[in-house]
Each structure stands twice: as structure tokens, then as C-alpha cells.
């Protein structure tokens, strides 16, 4: 049983450059510094597809001596201040129906 190929990636708006990435998902293609989410949590830097979401490339980022405990700490802080704005715009909405 031959599996079925992925679809082929659009490189329409990536021509002319030297670094591109694809998504084997949905074949979007952007130049590396492009329209990809990129986050680095606890060392590791992945790059998400803007249109899929699905991750790309996960690397172990290198980080500048001293760094790791700080940026630790900014991740920590932006996942617990999204999960409050979260749940505080939940609230929002349930209170005004």
C-alpha cells in the first residue's frame, strides 16, 4: 500500500529567497524570518505554522550565560497572565449574557 504523497508546498510568495521553511501540513512556505510563531519556553525554540499551527521545527535554543532563569521566569509570568486575561474575558462575557 502506497501511502498518499503530501500536498505540494506553495512557494509563490517564497521565491527568491535562499531560507525557506514549508509545512508538511497545509505546504504554507515563508521565508524563516517570515510570518512563523516562533516561542521559546524552558530552552526549546519551536516554530508553529501561522495557518495550521503545527510545529515545524522544536530545537534546543541557545541561550546567553544567566539567561535561563530569567527567561524562565518571563515565560512563566506570560502563561500565567494569559491564563488570567483567559478566564477574566470568560467571566466578562458569561456576566453580560
Known amino acids: 500500500m502506497n501511502p498518499s504523497p503530501e500536498p505540494a508546498p506553495s512557494t509563490d510568495?517564497?521565491?527568491?529567497?535562499?531560507?525557506?521553511?514549508f509545512c508538511q501540513g497545509c505546504g504554507h512556505a515563508s521565508p524563516i524570518d517570515g510570518d512563523w510563531r516562533v516561542k521559546t519556553i524552558s530552552?526549546?525554540?519551536?516554530?508553529?505554522?501561522?495557518?495550521?499551527?503545527?510545529?515545524?521545527d522544536d530545537r534546543r535554543h541557545a541561550?546567553?550565560?544567566?539567561?535561563?532563569?530569567?527567561?524562565?521566569?518571563?515565560d512563566a509570568w506570560?502563561?500565567?497572565?494569559?491564563?488570567?486575561?483567559?478566564?477574566?474575558?470568560?467571566d466578562s462575557?458569561?456576566?453580560e449574557s
Open 13 to 21: 510568495d517564497a521565491r527568491g529567497h535562499k531560507t525557506v521553511l
Open 63 to 74: 541561550e546567553q550565560p544567566g539567561d535561563g532563569a530569567v527567561q524562565w521566569c518571563v
Open 43 to 56: 530552552g526549546h525554540q519551536r516554530t508553529r505554522c501561522p495557518e495550521c499551527r503545527r510545529v515545524v
Open 78 to 90: 506570560s502563561r500565567y497572565w494569559s491564563a488570567w486575561t483567559a478566564l477574566l474575558a470568560d
Open 93 to 95: 462575557r458569561t456576566a
